[in-house]
C-alpha cells in the first residue's frame, strides 16, 4: 500500500513536445507580442510603485546599485525558465515543470502557492491602478468616500486586513478579468496599446528628467551616495527583486504562441534586458533629479515633476502610470488564469476549469473565478502586505527551477523529450586483429563515435544509478550547509559589510567552504548533455550559485507574518491535494509483479536512459542482444 502510495504522489507527467502542434488555443502571438507581454509584467510596479519607496527608506541614491545587483542576481534564474520553457512548450508555466520532473505532489502544492501569488500581484496592481485613477480623475473622491463611509469596518481583523472595504479596486479588477474573456488578439492588442502608452511616459521621464538632474544630490546631500550604509545595496534588491520576476509569467502563454520554443526563450531575455535598462536609467534620473528625503511615496514622480517646476509633465506621467499598472494586472491575470486552466486540465482541481470556451478559445470559467477570487482580494486585503507575501513564492519559484534543471542533467531516468537527446551511435565493428594501431584509436572511430567528445571523463561515460544518487545527496548537502550559515549569522548575511567582526566569524567560512566543496563534488558527477540552444551554461555551477544567492535573499530582512502565511498556502495547497487532487489526477501505469527486480531495473534502463553510450567494445547496458533498443531511441 505505501509502494502504490508513494509511486502515485511521485507520478510524472511526461508530455511530448510534438502534441503542441495540436493545441486548442488560437495560436496568434508572436517574438514581438511575447516582449510585449514579458515587459508589461515587470513594468508597472518597478518603476512607480518601488522606486520612490526604495529611493526615500531604504537606498537613497544607491537605489542605482540595487537595481543593478537585483538585475544580476534574478538573471541567474533566467537561464533556467528558457531551458525548461523550450522542453514543455505548455501553458502552467512552473506548474507544468514541476509536475513533469518533481510529480504531482510537488506540482499541486507549488502550483496552488503560485496560483494564490499570481492573484496578491494582481489584486496590488489594481489598487495602485485605483488610486491613480481617484487621483488623475477624481482628484481622490473616491478614496474618501470609501473612508468617510466604512472606515474600521475591518479594523482589529488581521494585520493584512485593510481598514475599510476597497470597492473600486474589486470593481477594476472583474472588469479586467472580463475583458479578458474576449479572444486572444483583442486581449494582444488591448495589452500591446497599454504597453506602448507606459513606455512613452516612461521614455519622456528619462528625457524630461534629464534636463534637471543635480549632482548635488548625489554629493552634497546628508549621507552622500550611500546614506543608509553599504547593507541598503542588498535590502534594496531584496525589496525590488520581485519587480525582475515577473519574466516567470510568460511561460504560460506557450500554447497561445506561434512557435514557443524559440519565441518564449528569445523574448525573455530580451524583455529582462529592456526593463534593467529602464530601471537603471529611470532611478539614475530621479536620485538626481531631487533630494533622496525630499521623495514623496504616494504618487511620487507626479510630484518629483512639480516640484522641479516641470508640472505639466504629471498629466503625462499618471497616464502612463494607469497605462503600466492596467497592462501589469491584465498580464497577472492571464497567467493566473492559465495556470488554473492547466490544473483544471490534469484534475487537479474540479476539471470544468480545464475547458475551453468553444468560440472565443478561451478559458472562461478559469478567467471568472480568478476575477471573483482576485475581487474578494482586493476588496478586504491591505495589498502592500500581500505582494511582500508573493515576493517571497516567487523566489521559492526559482529555487525550484534550478533544482529542476539539476534533476534533469543528473538523474538516472531521462526526462528530457527526444528531440532534445544526443543520438544513439552505433558502436563501430573490431578492427582486425593485425592492426598495427591501437584499437579505437583511428580517425574512423573518432568520426563513429563523435558522443566521445562530449564526455567529462572518457573512463566513466553514463549516468547510473549511482551517479544519480551521489548527485541528490551532494545537492541536500550543499542546502544544508546553507541554511546552516542562514542560521549561524542569524539572518544578518548582509551584515557583514557593517559589522566586520562577522566577516571574521568561523562557522561562517566553515559552512562556506563546506557550499564550495560540495559544489565542487557535484560537477564532478557525470552529467546528460542536452542538444538544443537555450540550455542553461555551467551546470551546476550556475543554478546552484542562484539558488543561494535568491535563498539568502529570501531570509533578507523578511517578517515573520510572511512565513506565517507562506505556511498557510502551503498547508491549504495540502488539504486541496489530500481531499480532490490525488483521487483524481493521472494514476502511475501498473507494475508487473511477475517480473523479477534485476529484470524490471533492466527493462527501465532499455526504455528511459538515453545520452551517454559507451564507444568500447564492452557490451552497453542495453546489451548485445538489445540492439533494437539501443537503435530504436535515435
Not at 406 to 413: A, N
Request: net charge negative; glycine share 8%; hydrophobic share 45%.
Amino acid at each position: 500500500m505505501w509502494n502504490k502510495i508513494w509511486r502515485k504522489v511521485t507520478h510524472t507527467k511526461r508530455p511530448t513536445t510534438n502534441s503542441y502542434d495540436r493545441r486548442l488555443f488560437e495560436q496568434v502571438y508572436d517574438f514581438t507580442d511575447c516582449c510585449n507581454w514579458g515587459t508589461g509584467m515587470m513594468m508597472g510596479a518597478g518603476v512607480f510603485t518601488y522606486l520612490p519607496v526604495v529611493i526615500k527608506y531604504v537606498a537613497g541614491p544607491s537605489t542605482v546599485l540595487s537595481y543593478i545587483l537585483g538585475g544580476a542576481i534574478v538573471y541567474t534564474s533566467v537561464f533556467a525558465f528558457t531551458e525548461l520553457s523550450t522542453i514543455y512548450p505548455y501553458c502552467g508555466g512552473t506548474y507544468v515543470y514541476n509536475y513533469s520532473i518533481f510529480g504531482g505532489f510537488m506540482a499541486t502544492l507549488l502550483g496552488f502557492s503560485l496560483f494564490i501569488q499570481h492573484l496578491m500581484i494582481a489584486a496590488d496592481m489594481c489598487t495602485s491602478l485605483s488610486d491613480h485613477i481617484d487621483y488623475f480623475i477624481f482628484h481622490k473622491s473616491l478614496k474618501e468616500f470609501e473612508m468617510d463611509e466604512f472606515n474600521n469596518f475591518f479594523s482589529g481583523s488581521s494585520i493584512a486586513m485593510a481598514s475599510y472595504p476597497q470597492f473600486f479596486s474589486a470593481i477594476i479588477f472583474v472588469f479586467i478579468a472580463y475583458l479578458l474573456t474576449t479572444r486572444s488578439y483583442i486581449n494582444n492588442l488591448v495589452g500591446s496599446i497599454a504597453n506602448y502608452i507606459s513606455f512613452l511616459a516612461v521614455f519622456l521621464i528619462i528625457f524630461v528628467g534629464a534636463f534637471y538632474i543635480d549632482i548635488d544630490n548625489w554629493l552634497t546631500v546628508q549621507g552622500g551616495f550611500m546614506p543608509y550604509g553599504l547593507t541598503s545595496v542588498s535590502r534594496g534588491a531584496t525589496v525590488i527583486l520581485s519587480t525582475y520576476l515577473g519574466f516567470t509569467m510568460l511561460p504560460c502563454l506557450s500554447e497561445e504562441e506561434k512557435n514557443p520554443q524559440v519565441d518564449i526563450s528569445q523574448a525573455t531575455h530580451a524583455s529582462f534586458f529592456f526593463v534593467m535598462a529602464i530601471y537603471i536609467s529611470v532611478s539614475l534620473v530621479v536620485s538626481l533629479m531631487v533630494p533622496y528625503n525630499d521623495v514623496m511615496t504616494n504618487f511620487a514622480m507626479s510630484n518629483i515633476f512639480i516640484d522641479v517646476g516641470a508640472g505639466w509633465m504629471k498629466y503625462c506621467v499618471e497616464i502612463g502610470s494607469i497605462a503600466a499598472f492596467f497592462s501589469t494586472a491584465m498580464c497577472f491575470i492571464v497567467a493566473a488564469s492559465r495556470l488554473m486552466f492547466s490544473m483544471g486540465k490534469d484534475r487537479v482541481i474540479p476539471q470544468c476549469f480545464g475547458l475551453l470556451q468553444p468560440r472565443t478559445k478561451i478559458p472562461y470559467n478559469a478567467v471568472m473565478w480568478v476575477g471573483f477570487l482576485g475581487g474578494t482580494l482586493a476588496l478586504i486585503f491591505d495589498t502592500s502586505y500581500l505582494i511582500r507575501i508573493a515576493n517571497t513564492g516567487y523566489m521559492a519559484n526559482c529555487v525550484a527551477a534550478n533544482l529542476g534543471i539539476l534533476k534533469l542533467r543528473y538523474s538516472f531516468y531521462n526526462f528530457y523529450p527526444t528531440e532534445f537527446q544526443p543520438p544513439r551511435l552505433p558502436r563501430p565493428a573490431p578492427r582486425p586483429a593485425d592492426s598495427n594501431q591501437r584499437e579505437g584509436s583511428s580517425d574512423e572511430r573518432d568520426e563513429t563515435c563523435t558522443t566521445d567528445k562530449w564526455l567529462p571523463w572518457k573512463w566513466y561515460s553514463k549516468v547510473t544509478i549511482w551517479t544519480d544518487r551521489a548527485a541528490k545527496a551532494c545537492i541536500s548537502l550543499c542546502f544544508v550547509w546553507l541554511f546552516g550559515l542562514v542560521g549561524t549569522l542569524n539572518r544578518w548575511w548582509w551584515s557583514i559589510f557593517s559589522f566586520p567582526h562577522y566577516f571574521y566569524h568561523p562557522m561562517m567560512w566553515t559552512f562556506v567552504t563546506l557550499m564550495v566543496i560540495q559544489v565542487c563534488i557535484l560537477a564532478m558527477i557525470p552529467q546528460r548533455h542536452v542538444f538544443h540552444v537555450h540550455k542553461t551554461p555551467w551546470v551546476p555551477w550556475l543554478p546552484m550559485t542562484s539558488n543561494y544567492l535568491v535563498v539568502l535573499l529570501m531570509f533578507e530582512d523578511c517578517p515573520n507574518f510572511v512565513w506565517r502565511v507562506e505556511g498557510y498556502i502551503l498547508l491549504i495547497s495540502l488539504l486541496v491535494y489530500l481531499t480532490y487532487s490525488y483521487w483524481h489526477m493521472e494514476n502511475p501505469p501498473e507494475r508487473d509483479d511477475s517480473q523479477d527486480e534485476m529484470g524490471e531495473r533492466d527493462e527501465l534502463v532499455m526504455t528511459l536512459q538515453t545520452g551517454y553510450h559507451s564507444c568500447s567494445n564492452t557490451q552497453t547496458i542495453a546489451g548485445e542482444g538489445g540492439g533494437g533498443g539501443g537503435g530504436g531511441g535515435g
